[in-house]
């Protein structure tokens, strides 16, 4: 995989990826010259025992905005505002110009409930230069680079002293909230632990001290020994509806072998991982011949594992949502 790291007029960073070589693209395009400096902060929720990130600028973010308007297309040269170049990239990456949490963050405000600037990291993954596509319908090689991707983005951010856990997310339709049609993911990089994973980690770490195995890699390893729920099972990676799925059709995709990160999977299981995954994407939008909308999000650590929870309507309406989580 080859990978070019460009700075946008306005200081945020671009970073390009693809099979082929980049060097010849040195224009990182941006909608805005101005220094980008947003400035969310978090406020303490004493109820629930949480931190609130609170970000008025997104009231002014990009709204589904029409084909040729698209921010998320290559620049065409035409003067269309854009946030990515022409070339032969793959999948960019770039500092979301509308962010929840940012590195500029400061001087949060004084009130009643305890403050802090919100510090952090939201990136926009932009999957293919392709806007009809969708990432089922990727080839395995683009899927495979994804997974590099993503990889590559888990162990930069995590370098960062202030980010104490990366979370990799997909939303597809509007029915869960998109405001962009062209098929692409975000990063958050969190200055704290949520609160759903914080929960999950220590139910890992219970187990763990408990039975010395990893809570996920035993679930794992039921479910395909079971072979009831099963959609895919490869020589690396498997896909399944879990047995306690919290909605009537998540599938989790998750490597065989125990891993930590997308980071730690070798080249087979990352194909594999591609394949189990284009597979479930495939029969979601063949289950009604529609694009089925999804929320995605990644469980850590070791197994990565990727559940797709979620739709629950009939044929009729054709408005599922579903979340899979790696």
């Not at 960073?13 to 395009?29: E, F, K, V």
């Not at 683009?142 to 983005?153: C, F, G, K």
């Not at 063949?286 to 694009?291: C, E, I, R, V, Y």
């Amino acid at each position: 995989m080859y990978k070019r790291v460009l700075t946008k007029a306005d200081g945020r960073l671009l970073t390009l990826y693809g099979h082929l070589p980049l060097d010849g693209i040195s224009h990182a395009p941006s909608p805005s010259k101005a220094p980008h400096a947003p400035n969310p902060h978090l406020r303490w929720h004493p109820l629930r025992g949480e931190w609130v990130a609170y970000a008025g600028h997104r009231q002014h973010r990009t709204f589904l905005p029409p084909a040729e308007y698209n921010p998320l297309a290559a620049d065409r040269g035409d003067g269309v505002p854009t946030e990515v170049p022409a070339g032969p990239w793959d999948a960019a990456v770039f500092e979301n110009l509308f962010p929840t949490l940012a590195s500029t963050a400061q001087a949060p405000p004084a009130l009643a409930v305890p403050t802090a600037p919100g510090h952090g990291a939201c990136e926009v993954v932009v999957f293919t230069q392709d806007a009809s596509a969708r990432l089922g319908t990727l080839p395995l090689w683009h899927l495979e680079l994804l997974i590099d991707v993503w990889a590559d983005r888990y162990e930069e951010l995590g370098r960062r002293p202030e980010i104490q856990y990366v979370f990799p997310f997909e939303n597809r339709g509007v029915e869960v909230g998109v405001t962009l049609h062209h098929p692409h993911g975000q990063i958050y990089g969190y200055p704290f632990i949520p609160p759903v994973a914080a929960r999950e980690l220590s139910q890992q770490a219970a187990y763990h001290a408990q039975h010395g195995r990893g809570l996920l890699e035993d679930m794992v390893a039921t479910e395909v020994a079971e072979d009831v729920r099963m959609i895919y099972h490869g020589a690396h990676a498997a896909a399944f509806m879990p047995i306690c799925a919290r909605y009537s059709y998540e599938v989790w995709v998750a490597p065989v072998r125990a891993a930590p990160s997308f980071a730690a999977l070798s080249r087979d299981e990352r194909r594999d991982f591609a394949r189990a995954l284009k597979t479930v994407l495939l029969k979601y939008d063949g289950l009604w011949n529609a694009p089925f909308p999804t929320s995605s999000r990644f469980i850590k650590p070791p197994p990565t594992v990727l559940p797709i929870p979620k739709p629950t309507s009939t044929p009729s309406s054709i408005r599922p949502t579903v979340c899979r989580d790696v």
